[in-house]
């Protein structure tokens, strides 16, 4: 079995699990690593200079660079003959009845972020072998980091892949599929987000796929771990966390904060302040960070502004949808030893309420 996923949950050492194996690699050994995130990728190749800096054939690239690199650039003309890739367009979209050449390129013959995996898997089919014989020739193995932030056409690809003699290894958490290469695609689209692991499963039941499930979290304290497990329904069937995190401080764990006490917990333990979007947390003068932008980052505590659907999970244990669950695994787990929720009425909830410690008496 060359193709293989790691799903991993957050503080698990994902990434840095595939840069030691790429540190442990012949020198001759030719790997790719891919992830989407311009920020993942800076902190892949920081990691992989600190630990396998003499490795020469190991790369680093963007899933969009990937695709213009090795399918849209080279092999366009297989598609559209005397026409080449002159540029990238990210934000913009093709007119609704577009068709042929002006589906994927605009005016000035940038190609369209959006319609960049439907062309490369096109020009795959198109290219008659040859596309894939190339990449074949220029690695031996791919790592595909973060693979959770797929999404339509790029499922295709990676299908595709799967039949190649490149070893195919697939790193991610599908807990935190907060972000996407297309969000608003429609192709496979019942594999979005966090329901890409149903795409995973399939494959696996063919005997395509080998699975590895790493429930060991480095970074969170071990109440955090427990109430993350919470997060998404039962029938998600995702093994409980175990926390490595030995660290203790006087405040570790998952509390409850009145609206009141925000200035003064601020002021003692100073967390990063985490919300939904701008729209939340008006009433706080605090320098806040939304949750997808959080995705990636460890603090040893944070604050989080609940939003509705949240506080009815916090208050009465309504389940989340797949997408508010993503957004609020991923706010919880940047924590390392604390968490605290802002909440003046509890209701049904178990968690306990923050208060400031009495000063001693003299």
């Not at 849209?72 to 003309?77: H, I, N, S, T």
């Not at 002159?86 to 390129?105: D, I, L, Q």
Request: charged letters at 25%; glycine letters at 4%.
């Amino acid at each position: 079995m060359t193709n293989k996923l790691t799903l991993a949950v957050a503080g698990s050492r994902k990434t840095q699990g595939i840069v030691d194996h790429c540190a442990s690699l012949p020198s001759n050994r030719r790997a790719l690593i891919l992830t989407f995130t311009q920020q993942n990728q800076i902190e892949l190749c920081d990691r992989l200079s600190i630990y396998a800096g003499d490795h020469q054939y190991v790369e680093v690239m963007g899933w969009y660079t990937f695709l213009l690199r090795h399918f849209a650039k080279p092999f366009l003309p297989f598609k559209f003959p005397n026409k080449r890739v002159k540029g990238f367009n990210f934000e913009g979209r093709p007119n609704m009845m577009a068709s042929g050449y002006k589906r994927f390129f605009d005016s000035h013959d940038c190609a369209y972020a959006c319609e960049l995996a439907r062309l490369s898997h096109e020009l795959i089919k198109q290219s008659a072998g040859t596309l894939f014989h190339r990449l074949q020739c220029l690695y031996d193995e791919i790592f595909i980091d973060e693979v959770q932030d797929l999404s339509s056409h790029d499922w295709e690809i990676i299908d595709a892949l799967f039949e190649t003699s490149i070893d195919i290894t697939m790193v991610g958490d599908i807990r935190q599929s907060v972000l996407s290469t297309n969000a608003r695609s429609r192709k496979n689209n019942k594999y979005a987000y966090a329901e890409a692991i149903h795409w995973f499963r399939e494959r696996e039941k063919k005997g395509i796929l080998e699975i590895e499930e790493s429930a060991i979290t480095w970074r969170c304290h071990a109440e955090i771990a427990k109430f993350s497990d919470t997060i998404f329904n039962a029938d998600w069937n995702f093994p409980a966390t175990e926390s490595k995190n030995e660290a203790t401080s006087d405040h570790d764990g998952v509390f409850l904060l009145m609206t009141k006490d925000v200035d003064a917990y601020v002021e003692r333990y100073s967390p990063k302040c985490l919300r939904h979007s701008a729209s939340s947390g008006k009433n706080f003068n605090l320098d806040f960070l939304n949750f997808k932008l959080a995705k990636g980052s460890t603090h040893e505590r944070v604050l989080i502004v609940p939003t509705k659907p949240i506080i009815a999970f916090i208050q009465n244990g309504v389940s989340l949808e797949p997408n508010p669950a993503a957004s609020f695994y991923v706010a919880v787990t940047r924590a390392k030893q604390s968490v605290a929720l802002v909440l003046d009425k509890p209701g049904n909830s178990c968690l306990p309420y923050w208060s400031m410690p009495l000063s001693p008496i003299a």
